[in-house]
């Protein structure tokens, strides 16, 4: 019979019954006679291919967007990405999750065009480059620069034809964007006082730099089941967040009596994902710090053959560390490494040091003498391009040319001699913004928010600054630091289970007939670093015109409250109680004549 066909249609037909089988593979057609067994996976995405296989073969069904990854690599289809962006063309949803492998986020409807988001490791990156963003954001975006809750810069309205010059622009400048979104392993994050910080053990930028480009060079490294953070503590005064990832090392100081020689190593915490009410957990294990490498990939990998292929709401690590438990999971780690990992008790490792809620803003003295750096407020991240410039500017001719990004969404200028430091302060005001430390702007976070997300449920960058506003008029005393965070949805890029004050973006139904208007879930009592929490939940459905109100009415009843000024509102909120903290706050005059 095949030789009534011609060359062509037999190729036709051979490339009929490959795709076939590999829809069968992707859970597209029902399996009817058994089909000859497919050939062993091989190359940069074995893993992957096998680990989708397996859950095919256990009775699952791959998620579309595991279908998607099968179906053409993203990497594989970047010219093609490329070609059709270039004339103009929005993605379709398999190809706007493509393009995140590239960093690039199709972010309509809420704004028809991309956003980038970059990779920079420990968050730290030189004037020129600073500059040389803002530069890009004119050319191919709206004129404007974000910082995000990983010390990262984004740039957004960039049109699909812009996509490619803006991605070949950060090459330019000695930045990239690979594997910055989808299912892969997002920025770096470190000390961002690293290598100038009286305090810290050890300096993280090394670790960061090396841990970053094993990721680059390493194709077998994307295409995880999802997003995966990790990040590196030196143990300094400014807190790195490492317990909201799924991969925490913590530099810690092993005294003597432990199992292993006295010293400074990077103690492993497992499991963070604050925005599913989770921190990572100690495990135990303390390494040495060029052993991080070798330990994360092998952790990852486990994630890699294990991690939940069918349903994205499931398919972080925590829900395998859940479902085995951290021993069994930490024992499939050393098998791929082939050795045990060394652990140390709690009573062998010397406690963390006290970090400053206000490291990350304004003047602060250097390791090394007469040298400060100096931390800048942004309104909640946002810079334009002429300030990015000019804040580039400062760097190069105040301090050491370096621009240290923060998690908290500001950045800071280090390296700036005792001499420099009032002009730098000045130079800053000149621009709109400052350095000085406030009660509630400079621990104010919010993510992109319903503006330029189509997840979030309100505003919160525009909701955080009415709120700033509305403190800092009706409490201008506020003598302490108090981080409130405002996310827009359940991802909580904002973080908002850690903040002493946390606002969850809600639709809040105002009508019989189903109307909406944007609103907040509140919680308080969250922490991080020496006091990590996740923050309790008081208040449901609360209208963001109303939320500026219930943000003083805690703040009010934290400050007649309180034990003294030592206190904080964390401890505050711990000791009164959650329920009792919202009883009182009800009974606020100002809150009680707007209800």
Known sequence: MADE?????????EGFAAGIGAARITGGLASGQAAAPAAEPIGPDAIHLKAQDSTVKAGGKLCEQEKWKRAES??????RLKAEAAQGKAPKPEDNFRWRYHGMFWVAPNQVSYM?????????????????VADLADAHGGGYVHVTTRANLQVREIAPEHAQPFLDGLTEIGLTAQGAGADNIRNVTGSSTAGIDTQELLDTRPLAKSWHNWILNDRSLYGLPRKFNVAFDGGGVMPTLEETNDIGFQAVEVLDGAAVPPGVYMRLVLGGISGHRDLARDTGIVLRPEACNAVAD???????????????????MKYVLDAWGFDKYLAAVEGKLGRALDRVAPEHVAP???????????????????????GVVLPVGKMTSDQVRALGKIAAECGDGQIRLTVWQNFIVSGVPDAKVAEVEQRVLDLGLTTKAAGIRSGLVACTGAKGCKFAASDTKGHALIIADHIEAALPNLDVPVNVHLTGCHHSCAQHY???????????VVSEEGDTVEGYDIVVGGGFAETPKIGTEIWKAVKAQDAPLRVEALLRTYLAGRSGKDETFQQFTARTGPEALRTAAEAEPALREAA
């Open 5 to 13: 066909f011609n060359a062509e249609q037999r190729r036709y037909l």
């Open 74 to 79: 993203p990497f594989d289809g970047h010219n």
């Open 116 to 132: 980038c988001r970059m990779r920079i490791p420990n968050g730290i990156l030189h004037h020129w480059q600073f500059s040389g």
């Open 298 to 316: 092998a952790i990852i990998r486990v994630f890699i053959e294990n991690g939940d292929r069918t349903n994205r709401n499931k398919s972080r």
């Open 352 to 374: 963390r040091k006290a970090t400053d809620r206000f490291a990350h803003v304004g003047v602060h003295a250097q390791k090394q003498p007469g040298l400060n750096w100096v």
């Open 498 to 508: 850690i903040g002493d004050i946390g606002l969850i973006g809600a639709k809040v």
